[in-house]
């Protein structure tokens, strides 16, 4: 079974500052990837997702990620970000296909002014 | 990508009650999920509603507790029975586009309190 680690739980940094938000996963075969952002009390938006071809994936609001197989990572990146990015970010995986999501725990993302 | 309606979007129930919880969605999918995400938490599967069957659930999850239908391809329901305080969460229903590159859609949730 697949599983996913973040290994932050809160990230807090000052507004245009740049951001990492690890995520690692561990699964047997090939795997989808997806980052998941959620504002206060609203529900869950795509932020972007892998699924084959470029490591490096580009998704809304200025997030990219990239994919790493060989160290089995998936790691979250904005070169500036803003007060409105504040929010809980969720990596997840899923064997594709039509399969499960499962989540990581989250990081909570805290920008400051 | 799919859009999906989840009703009601909170509620707040008498323990010792049961609630459906409703999800809608605008075209036909392969794949519908139940998840929960408990205050504070990430989120869970409770189970994955197969159309025509048996849901498949999650390990610490039980048909008797939280019985789950998906008449057709558009439309699931959850129960969450016999409610206790431990319930209170938010219950996401979340589906799988076709082709499923498409990627995973959730509804906005629906934030239970079991008082």
């Known amino acids: 079974a697949q599983s996913v680690t973040q290994l932050d739980s809160q990230v807090p940094v000052f507004e245009e500052a740049p951001v990492e938000l690890r995520c690692n996963y561990s699964?047997?075969?090939?795997?989808?990837l997806f980052w998941y952002v959620q504002y206060p009390n609203q529900g869950l938006q795509l932020l972007l997702k892998?699924?084959?071809?470029?490591?490096l994936v580009k998704g809304i609001n200025g997030f990219e990620a990239e994919f790493n197989k060989s160290q089995t990572s998936f790691h979250l990146r904005k070169p500036s970000v803003h007060i409105s990015d504040t929010a809980e970010y969720f990596c997840?995986?899923?064997?594709?296909?039509?399969?499960?999501?499962?989540f990581g725990t989250g990081t909570r993302l805290a920008v400051r002014p | 990508s799919a859009v999906i309606s989840q009703k009601p979007s909170r509620d707040i129930c008498q323990r010792g009650t049961s609630l459906t919880i409703q999800c809608q969605v605008d075209?036909?999918?392969?794949?519908m999920f139940w998840y929960r995400q408990q205050p504070g938490q990430s989120l869970t599967l409770i189970a994955t509603?197969?159309?025509?069957?048996?849901?498949?659930?999650e390990s610490g999850f039980v048909i008797d507790k939280f019985p789950i239908s998906r008449p057709n391809l558009t439309f699931s329901t959850l129960t969450v029975s016999n409610m206790s305080p431990e319930d209170s969460s938010i219950y996401l229903c979340?589906?799988?586009?076709?082709?499923?590159?498409?990627?995973?859609?959730f509804g906005s949730g629906t934030r239970l309190t079991v008082v």
């Open positions: 979340s589906v799988v586009g076709v082709p499923a590159s498409y990627g995973y859609t």
């Open positions: 699964s047997s075969v090939s795997v989808y």
């Open positions: 892998y699924l084959s071809g470029s490591t």
């Open positions: 997840a995986v899923s064997r594709g296909s039509g399969d499960k999501l499962t």
């Open positions: 075209s036909q999918v392969t794949m």
């Open positions: 509603a197969n159309q025509g069957s048996e849901a498949t659930y």
